[in-house]
Structure formats: structure tokens, C-alpha cells
């Protein structure tokens, strides 16, 4: 395939042709983005329909309220599964080592030792799937370069 060679001669696209004076043109635009109103937009609305202007702030007010409400249900939630879930693991942990206790005192050495290793997975085996086994977000990977993922 071959192209053409560029033409020299061409006229500059950005140039206005000789003789014409130079205009400007000149635009403005406003972009206004958020939960209320400009204030002239609330008097607007005011002179429209009398209390228009508080109906909406009242509005916007119990809105922003209910989604406080919501992501506070949330943290609370979340936090309440993380004391629960450690709660569960510690019950387990020691669950297992008394059992592991029990049978070693009742002359069963190879259950003893495999209540044992059930004890040490539960409670190490998750840290050592996060850090070593779990592959990383690449946001990680970036802030820590030391992680392997």
C-alpha cells in the first residue's frame, strides 16, 4: 500500500482566507450539578408556588437524613458480623483445643493430635490464606510492590 505524498500548497485549515477580518466567537456555559437548587432557581420556584423553595429544602434535608440513617445501619451491620465472626472463631479454637485436651488425657494421642491440627487450621488457616494465598487488588499491589499476588 502507497500513500501519497503531502501537498505543500494546501491551505492551513486554521487560517481564514485573505481579506476577511478576524472574528471572534465566544461561548459561555453554565453547569450547575448538585441536590438543590441554584438560589435564583428557589426564587423562581417560590414565585410559582408559595413554599415550593422549603418543600424542596425539606426534602433534600430528609433525604440526606435517611441515607446518614442507612449507611450508619450499615457500619453497625458490618461491624457486628466482624465481632461475631471472631467471637465464632475463638468458640471453635477453644472448642477444638479442649477437645484435643480430652482425648490426649483419655490415652488417644492420634485424635488428640488431629483435633489439634483442626484447632491451629482454624485459627491460623484463614491469616494465611489472606496474606499468602489470596490474590491482591491491583490497587495493593501498587501501594505495597513487596506483595506477591
Known amino acids: 500500500m502507497t500513500c501519497a505524498p503531502l501537498c505543500r500548497n ?3 485549515r486554521n487560517s481564514l482566507p485573505p481579506g476577511q477580518g ?3 466567537v465566544q461561548r459561555s456555559q453554565t453547569i450547575y450539578q448538585g ?4 438560589p435564583e432557581d428557589f ?3 417560590d414565585r410559582v408556588l408559595r413554599g415550593a423553595a422549603d418543600r ?5 434535608e430528609k433525604q440526606a437524613a435517611h441515607r446518614q440513617d442507612l449507611e450508619t445501619r450499615a457500619l453497625k451491620g458490618d461491624l457486628m458480623k466482624s465481632m461475631m465472626g471472631t467471637i465464632l472463631a475463638y468458640i471453635t ?3 477444638s483445643m479442649f477437645g484435643a485436651v480430652c482425648l490426649l488425657l483419655h490415652d488417644k494421642p492420634i485424635q488428640s493430635l488431629a483435633a489439634l491440627v483442626v484447632a491451629l ?3 491460623f488457616g484463614p491469616k494465611i490464606y489472606v ?8 490497587e495493593e499491589r501498587l501501594i505495597n510492590p513487596n506483595v506477591a499476588g
Do not use: E, T, V, W
Open 10 to 12: 494546501m491551505p492551513n
Open 56 to 60: 424542596i429544602l425539606g426534602m433534600a
Open 22 to 24: 478576524n472574528h471572534i
Open 93 to 95: 479454637f477453644g472448642g
Open 35 to 38: 441536590p438543590l437548587p441554584r
Open 131 to 138: 496474606d499468602f494465598i489470596q490474590p491482591k487488588p491491583p
Open 121 to 123: 487450621g482454624s485459627a
Open 43 to 45: 426564587k423562581a420556584y
